[in-house]
């Protein structure tokens, strides 16, 4: 879609909420570039240049990219500090960042220093005058991920919120590939549970692909927050807004995903629509699931507005800003 320079101002002049917001995908690329050269340098290699304009095959690989560089304690940090500067600098209020805590092999670090890490870096930005925002942390469970670690995550964020009183730990995110096995959402219920009675929030990354048990499944455990639900059927979508759970919307996020669903023929576009080298076309936003809910035609069975954020999901990655996808919002 084309920049619509006033519209885009008026947008990053609004006070706004990001709601989800991956920290290794909130990247810089001019950091990624910067810490890529530097190992090629070190290497006598010749450094990786990142695509301007990304499709998803590209996405994934610079999350690839993202996840050999993030291996120590001082990159992470940056990479926590620059993203929150970069919200800020958007007119961000209210910032909730959310990551999956890893080993950082390069200092020896565990999965328990990395979250501590990633505290240290929001008390710094707290203390900052220059930053007019306010960060919170959601711990991730991947998927993926063997059950053990789960619970870790969630005894971490415990620990943390509970013992020490860390005001920046508010919930945990459930994300991950689940199309993949042994990746279905029961075998982490009980995790959740816990984190729940805990007073921990939880957040579900949902509906990414069409799995309409699965879906069910989770609206019937009513998490506080869904991201995404973009592969629903009309029954799911109706009950989705008669629990009002509210969605975390992710525009250009969801137009890449969505688009392994769409085949030449759906595409209307004319060349002047549609950007070839990153797959975005008008009509991916345009046709979006969650359009009627945007243009407050849907979910008012309350008489009120349904609960929603639009939200970056990787901005680093996905070459937006927040700002952007507002602008999005207001042009599809």
Not at 25 to 32: A, E, K, N
Not at 151 to 168: G, S, Y
Request: aromatic share 6%; hydrophobic share 35%; proline share 4%.
């Amino acid at each position: 879609m084309e920049v619509d320079d006033k519209l885009l101002r008026y947008c990053r002049a609004l006070p706004k909420v990001e709601l989800h917001a991956h920290i290794h995908g909130s990247i810089r690329p001019s950091t990624l570039e910067e810490i890529l050269e530097d190992e090629a340098r070190l290497n006598g290699t010749e450094p990786l240049r990142l695509p301007k304009h990304r499709s998803l095959e590209e996405c994934f690989e610079m999350f690839g990219l993202i996840h050999q560089v993030v291996v120590s304690r001082r990159v992470l940090r940056r990479i926590v500090i620059e993203a929150v500067e970069d919200f800020a600098a958007e007119n961000v209020k209210y910032l909730e960042l959310r990551s999956t805590p890893r080993d950082l092999p390069k200092d020896g670090a565990t999965r328990a220093d990395y979250v501590d890490e990633v505290v240290a870096a929001l008390e710094e930005c707290h203390a900052r005058r220059d930053l007019d925002i306010e960060v919170r942390l959601l711990l991730s469970i991947n998927r993926n991920q063997p059950l053990h670690m789960a619970e870790d995550t969630v005894n971490m964020a415990l620990e943390r919120k509970n013992k020490h009183n860390c005001p920046f730990i508010v919930g945990i995110d459930l994300s991950g590939n689940s199309e993949r096995p042994n990746s279905e959402f029961y075998r982490f219920e009980h995790v959740l549970e816990r984190a729940r009675a805990g007073g921990l929030k939880l957040a579900v990354h949902f509906a990414e692909h069409f799995d309409d048990d699965e879906s069910s499944r989770i609206l019937n455990f009513r998490p506080d927050r869904v991201g995404h639900a973009c592969c629903l059927p009309e029954s799911l979508y109706s009950k989705m807004l008669a629990l009002r759970i509210p969605v975390e919307i992710c525009l250009t996020s969801n137009v890449h995903t969505l688009a392994r669903y769409r085949s030449d023929g759906d595409c209307k576009c004319s060349s002047e629509e549609k950007h070839e080298a990153s797959g975005l076309c008008v009509c991916g936003f345009t046709s979006h699931p969650h359009g009627k809910l945007l243009a407050n035609e849907r979910g008012q069975e309350h008489d009120s507005v349904y609960p929603m954020c639009l939200c970056t999901d990787d901005l680093g990655v996905l070459d937006t800003t927040l700002s952007t996808e507002y602008m999005r919002a207001a042009q599809a």
